[in-house]
């Protein structure tokens, strides 16, 4: 198949379907196999290898293969195709617009100028002004905040309802090509943006904690924040 | 006769001009943190070597006459990667988006990586050539940044701190895919 171009990519999501598909295997954060997306969607295990091929080819899954069971020689069975989110990132915006490359022209030169503090002040205010008026406390409340500010938030707790010893973990990092040009400064008003959002939370707290992938970000139940 | 990838290493060197004297108050902070920060370093996938004075623990006193005030960090990572998840993808981060309250803006480039022969120790004098070459000439393959890194294909990079009219060796630019 050629190469889709942005809107034809986007627009395979535009059966639902495979929307779904997208969603539940992007909000996975590890590979997922096709059952499991087939369980996940209620829907029959081929029509579900179908949509998920389509949206490898557009660029929006990746795959690998991998025996599930441990197994290997005769009677392992089939590797499995495993489902994950693609690192590309694709963008549609019409009528044409570049914001990318002005962000990365003004993280340049705030780079340069050494504007790391005011643009944390700037992005704490942000966080602030965001969160006037909600208090997102409880975990599936935390969880439909930083969702809605796209995340893609994963809970890693002992009870699954329980907020005491959670950590929220960034499936995604919404600014990840400048987080990758300007570590330093785009990390750093990311936190701050994360400490706005959270001011005076009295469960919550963000702190750095990055990872080879994924965002630089997590946010502790204050009792276990250190 | 192929490159074998795994006989260079990429050195660094990161100079930072400190706002207050290594016992001020003002550098507490930073200076309590260093054993801790060092200590990821070492433990650190790729991690070689790095420069110490005679304490044996860090560089802070040490300073070199062509720059004046800075301290100076250098060191030997197996490859950029190793380096970079380190310098951006551990809890260096941390102090990483803290540093203007320890140290001042520098003018010019203040980090400068070159690559060297597996079990060579770059010496400081070294190191602040390869930053004097990219203060004077931007990124070359022999003195570079992590936005504009060479990797080496196809002919091993040149060792000798100062030799001038080196012939430029067959590297491959890798600019970053991410910045647009």
Not at chain 1, 59 to 73: D, M, N, P, S, V
Not at chain 1, 146 to 172: F, K, Q
Not at chain 2, 2 to 27: C, K, S, W
Not at chain 2, 62 to 84: A, C, I, K, T, Y
Request: negative net charge; charged residues 25%.
């Amino acid at each position: 198949m050629d190469e889709l171009d942005d809107v034809e990519a986007v627009g395979l999501l535009n059966e639902p379907l495979r929307r779904r598909l997208y969603e539940y295997v992007t909000s996975q954060g590890r590979d997922v196999s096709r059952q499991e997306a087939a369980d996940a969607v209620g829907a029959q295990r081929t029509l579900v290898a179908f949509h998920l091929d389509k949206l490898v080819a557009a660029g929006l899954l990746t795959t690998t293969t991998r025996r599930l069971t441990g197994r290997a020689g005769p009677g392992a069975g089939r590797p499995a195709k495993l489902y994950r989110r693609s690192d590309a990132e694709r963008q549609v915006s019409l009528p044409p617009r570049d914001y990318r490359m002005l962000a990365t022209l003004l993280a340049d030169v705030a780079d340069e100028a050494r504007l790391d503090d005011a643009l944390q002040a700037a992005a704490r205010a942000e966080g602030r002004a965001e969160a006037a008026g909600a208090h997102a406390e409880r975990l599936d409340e935390v969880v439909q905040l930083l969702a809605s500010r796209g995340y893609a938030p994963r809970v890693e707790a002992d009870d699954a309802r329980a907020v005491e010893g959670a950590i929220v973990r960034m499936g995604n990092c919404p600014f990840h090509a400048l987080s990758e040009s300007h570590p330093g400064l785009v990390c750093g008003m990311n936190l701050a943006l994360l400490e706005g959002l959270f001011e005076g939370n009295r469960h919550w707290a963000p702190r750095i904690e990055p990872s080879p992938t994924g965002c630089c970000t997590v946010l502790r139940s204050i009792d276990n924040a250190d | 006769m192929p490159i074998d990838l795994e006989d260079f290493h990429l050195a660094q060197l990161n100079v930072a001009h400190p706002r207050y004297p290594t016992d001020d108050p003002g550098m507490a902070e930073f200076m309590a943190a260093l054993d801790h920060i060092n200590a990821l370093a070492d433990a650190s996938p790729g991690f070689v070597w790095r420069l110490v004075d005679d304490s044996g623990a860090n560089a802070t006193s040490l300073r070199h006459p062509l720059l004046e005030g800075s301290m100076v960090n250098l060191s030997v990572w197996q490859d950029r990667d190793s380096l970079r998840n380190y310098v951006y993808r551990s809890g260096h981060l941390d102090y990483l988006r803290r540093r203007n309250e320890w140290f001042r803006r520098s003018d010019g480039p203040f980090l400068v990586l070159w690559w060297v022969p597996a079990g060579h120790i770059p010496s400081l004098d070294e190191a602040v050539d390869r930053l004097l070459r990219l203060r004077r000439d931007g990124s070359t393959p022999s003195a570079f940044t992590f936005r504009d890194s060479f990797s080496y294909g196809g002919a091993p990079p040149v060792v000798s701190p100062a030799t001038e009219g080196e012939p430029r060796p067959a590297w491959e630019s890798t600019k970053p895919s991410a910045r647009w």
